[in-house]
């Protein structure tokens, strides 16, 4: 009698194993029939931890792989009831195939749920870029990790470890990027800059990466490894430039222009920058052959025209205040170190007519043509510079 009772009490028990397992089935038929409420609540039942008897069913890799399915049916619907089941469906489709993997210890479910993993990545790259299209950053940039994580040898045991996807690296430090998340931006960047992929650029966005996370050494030390990789690249060379100006290095600074010019000996905006560091080292000399070497290239170059306008006026202004130390009785030397102001503006003069013609409405300009009418005695031309200033 003992003997009938212990027999069965173990077919009770292997009854409900199958009726929790019969649930994961009744789950995909159902989701099959595009039923995915009833499916979802049918599957939540086998997965859930509070359930006596789900006991069965949780351990079970296909319970896993029917929950993934149904999660990224609920995705995939086009009904807005059925996608209001689920606030990320994508994540817990992927969690759900992750698992699956993690308990098929003996690769019965391996070649089904790896395929549906390899085809999550469609729906996670539509997400990502849906997301990035309406600002969600942080969304996208989530979307762009699963992807790299199915990718990985360690989820998906991929015959081909080698096969790295440079455009969701990349477009994942993008959305890491505009997320703030500057760490993750840089991490993305880095690792996709190993397989070279969209060259010098690459570092330049590194680099951008670590100054907005307030690393200039950083930033400076991949822009000089893009340098090395890509010495041709001008948009390293500049960045390379403006972080060493910013930092008052103006050695540094020099030395990289000094290259640019001699890569592109066109780029008037090198040669402008060159000019005003000169200025900076009170080397006027250099400075004016600089500016004049961008004027050469473009004669219409307004930044230049005016540096050398504004650097010709201030040396008169200097060589009043050298006639105005002149001692009182000492007319004639007062007269003759003033005529040496005028020659100066004399010089700046036509610079500054010349920004006039350009950008007609510079107040800069204006006013330093205003100084210049009066005085040169130019007055017809000092009245009219007034009244275009409403004076």
Do not use: H
């Amino acid at each position: 009698m003992k003997k009938t009772i212990i027999l069965l009490t173990f077919v009770f028990a292997i009854s409900g194993a199958f009726a929790q397992k019969g649930k994961v089935t009744s789950a995909q038929n159902l989701k099959d029939t595009e039923k995915l409420d009833k499916a979802l609540e049918a599957i939540e039942e086998a997965t859930d931890p509070s359930n006596e008897k789900a006991e069965k069913s949780i351990p079970w890799p296909k319970t896993w792989e029917v929950k993934g399915e149904i999660f990224q049916a609920i995705y995939q619907s086009k009904d807005a009831n059925f996608q209001k089941l689920s606030d990320d469906p994508l994540t817990t489709a992927f969690d759900s195939y992750k698992k699956a993997l993690e308990l098929d210890e003996k690769d019965k479910f391996g070649k089904s749920v790896k395929i549906k993993l390899t085809l999550l990545t469609n729906d996670l790259t539509n997400q990502a870029v849906q997301a990035f299209q309406d600002e969600d950053y942080n969304k996208a940039l989530k979307s762009f990790e699963q992807i790299l994580a199915i990718q990985n040898v360690d989820i998906i045991k991929a015959d081909s470890p080698d096969a790295v996807d440079t455009v969701i690296l990349f477009n994942a430090g993008l959305a890491a990027y505009n997320a703030e998340n500057y760490e993750k931006a840089i991490n993305f960047y880095t690792m996709v800059a190993k397989y070279g992929y969209n060259g010098a650029r690459t570092y330049s966005l590194i680099a951008d990466s670590y100054q907005q996370n307030k690393d200039t050494t950083g930033a400076l030390e991949a822009l000089k490894i893009g340098f090395e990789k890509y010495p041709e690249d001008n948009g390293v060379l500049t960045s390379l430039i403006q972080i060493y100006l910013d930092m008052g290095k103006t050695d540094d600074a020099m030395k990289y222009l000094e290259m640019a010019i001699a890569q592109d000996p066109t780029n008037t905006t090198y040669y402008f920058a060159q000019g005003t560091l000169y200025e900076k080292l009170n080397d006027e000399e250099n400075a004016i052959k600089t500016y004049e070497g961008a004027l050469e290239i473009d004669s219409e170059f307004f930044n230049a025209n005016y540096n050398l306008g504004a650097l010709y006026y201030n040396k008169g202004v200097q060589q009043i205040e050298v006639a105005n130390g002149v001692p009182a009785n000492e007319n004639a030397k007062y007269e003759a170190e003033l005529k040496k102001a005028d020659v100066w503006f004399e010089k700046a003069l036509p610079f500054m007519e010349k920004c006039d013609t350009l950008q007609p409405n510079d107040a800069p300009t204006l006013e330093s043509l205003q100084n210049l009418y009066y005085r040169l005695k130019q007055m017809d031309k000092y009245n009219a510079i007034l009244e275009k200033l409403g004076k």
